[in-house]
T-cell receptor, first 110, second 115 residues
Framework: RKEVEQDPGPFNVPEGATVAFNCTYS??????FFWYRQDCRKEPKLLMS???SGNEDGRFTAQLNRASQYISLLIRDSKLSDSATYLC???????????FGQGTELSVKP | EAGVTQFPSHSVIEKGQTVTLRCDPI?????LYWYRRVMGKEIKFLLH????????ESGMPNNRFLAERTGGTYSTLKVQPAELEDSGVYFC?????????????FGPGTRLTVL
């Protein structure tokens, strides 16, 4: 079983759509949780950290359910510029190695 | 402020040759990490430096890989001899020791192709 599993992609959605990504992690001792975004042939960039209380940044909402070991990312009102691969990432201890999911590709069409 | 830089951006070598990748972290960042992504797989951790010391090298695949960070500034990752399965994108990331978040900043990566 992979340490971090994500929805298989790709997701193809029209502009303005709402899209949700799901992720599960296997190690209950995981301490920190993130969503990274990776554009084609570019480096991963932090999109947002994920907190137990849930957090929102503009059109993006992230949630964490520790009991179910489940992380989600919701994107509202999708833009063409949201097209990228979204990576679910966990960290077992602060400052330590990041554990990545395989990523889910999103393509937003006009 | 300059971000994490990596050199070269691309490298094509033949099986059995040696390649050295370089990473310059963000100035002042004591934590430096190496990761790689091989075709069709997720990004995987290789190792973690704190200053010049190896904090965690549990992800290094075998003894053909040697990472150094002399002086605690830039780091090199040498692959000797390279094998076909070493092909992939090698990312470096850095993090400030004093930072109160876990944010790691990634470099653009080195795309390694072993023929």
């Amino acid at each position: 079983r992979k340490e971090v599993e994500q929805d298989p992609g790709p997701f193809n959605v029209p502009e303005g759509a709402t899209v949700a990504f799901n992720c599960t992690y296997s190690n209950s001792a995981s301490q920190s949780f993130f969503w990274y975004r990776q554009d084609c042939r570019k480096e991963p960039k932090l999109l947002m950290s994920v907190y137990s209380s849930g957090n929102e940044d503009g059109r993006f909402t992230a949630q964490l359910n520790r009991a179910s070991q489940y992380i989600s990312l919701l994107i509202r009102d999708s833009k063409l510029s949201d097209s990228a691969t979204y990576l679910c990432v966990v960290n077992l201890n602060q400052g330590g190695k990041l554990i990545f999911g395989q990523g889910t590709e999103l393509s937003v069409k006009p | 402020e300059a971000g994490v830089t990596q050199f070269p951006s691309h490298s094509v070598i033949e099986k059995g040759q040696t390649v050295t990748l370089r990473c310059d972290p963000i100035s002042g960042h004591d934590n430096l990490y190496w990761y790689r992504r091989v075709m069709g797989k997720e990004i995987k951790f290789l190792l973690h430096f704190v200053k010049e010391s190896k904090q965690d090298e549990s992800g290094m695949p075998n003894n053909r890989f040697l990472a150094e960070r002399t002086g605690g500034t830039y780091s090199t990752l040498k692959v000797q001899p390279a094998e076909l399965e070493d092909s992939g994108v090698y990312f470096c990331a850095s993090r400030d020791l004093g930072q109160d978040t876990d944010t790691q900043y990634f470099g653009p990566g080195t795309r390694l192709t072993v023929l």
